[in-house]
Structures are given as structure tokens and as C-alpha cells.
């Protein structure tokens, strides 16, 4: 018999503590991050975790996410730090391989990037947008905007949605075009 996950609302007060729900919330997140949730389960759940006014009503929510205690907390932390590592690597590999974007003199206006040849920068790539980002200095420092591109701008691996703060060494993409920012 499966069991059912929707609780009847009722007018009494909640008697839950923010411990027990924060319990119950870290062990869907680690359920749903080993792949035993599928993601609509794992927001339904959070939204009847949130609603919950009983501990019962929590313990059903994850009766069938037994945790496999500390072995499986250090074999799913060791992996993920190999993954990160492994990352870590690849960029730090990369990173000195890539084409230096030197950073223009600061001045009042942004540099356009993007393929369209009024841009301050024109990167002729079917990747990058016609208007794809811009590159302002303000109150003493460089800042990467993102412009409604396509296929996205990251930093460092990280997709820029608004702007973001880069420095010198920095790893910069424009949808497939990827650079090292450099001072000189």
C-alpha cells in the first residue's frame, strides 16, 4: 500500500518546532540529491513539509528516505569532493590555456560585446548574441552584465544572470567563446 501524503488542514495550532521541520526538510533535500525523489515529489513533499502541523505528518514524509547513516553521508561527501576537485582541475587546466580579454580603460561607458559590429567588442561567433553582455567599471570595480543572451555568460563556471564583480584571472564565456580577463 503506498501511502498517501495529503493532510487534512484543520484549525488547530501548529506544534511543530523549526528544528523538527528543518530535521525533516535537510533529509527530502539529501533524498532528492542521492536521486531516490524524483524533483515534483520532492517540492510536493516540501510544500506538505512546510504545511505539516503535526510530528506524524512529518514522519510519513520521509519513511521511505531511510538514511543510510554515517557510511553513506562519507562515501556521497567523498564523491562530491572528488567531483569538486575534479572541476577545480579542469578549470585551473584551462584557465592558462585560454585567450587573454584584456580589460579596457576605465571610462563612463560600458564595452558592448556581442557579435553585431557596433559592439566595443565584436565576437563573431554563432554562439554569442548580437547584444550579448557588457563590461562596466564602477565604484572601483569591474562588473560583467549579462544582456538577455541566448546561450548565457558565465564567470569562472558560473552562469551571470544580472552582474557580477570580475577581477584579473577570472574565467569569462560569451555562449561558446571563452576567455582569461587580464589586466595586461
Known sequence: ???????????????????????????????????????DTFLRRMELALAARRS???????????????????????????SEFSVSLRRAWQGERLPKLLFPAPGPYPLRIGRDPANGLRLSHETVSRVHAELVFQAGMWQLRDLGSTNGTCVNGRRVTGAVAVADGDQVSFGRMAFRLATR
Do not use: C, I, N, Y
Not at 495529503?6 to 530535521?23: G, I, K
Not at 562515501?75 to 562530491?80: C, D, I, L, Y
Open 1 to 39: 500500500m503506498t501511502p498517501s501524503f495529503e493532510f487534512p488542514t484543520s484549525s488547530a495550532p501548529a506544534r511543530l518546532s523549526d528544528a523538527e521541520r528543518d530535521r525533516v526538510l535537510e533529509v527530502l533535500r539529501e533524498g532528492a540529491a542521492e536521486g531516490k525523489l524524483s524533483h
Open 56 to 82: 506524524d505528518e512529518l514522519v510519513a514524509l520521509t519513511a521511505d528516505l531511510q538514511s543510510g547513516g554515517r557510511w553513506s553521508k562519507a562515501v556521497f561527501g567523498a564523491v562530491g569532493r572528488v
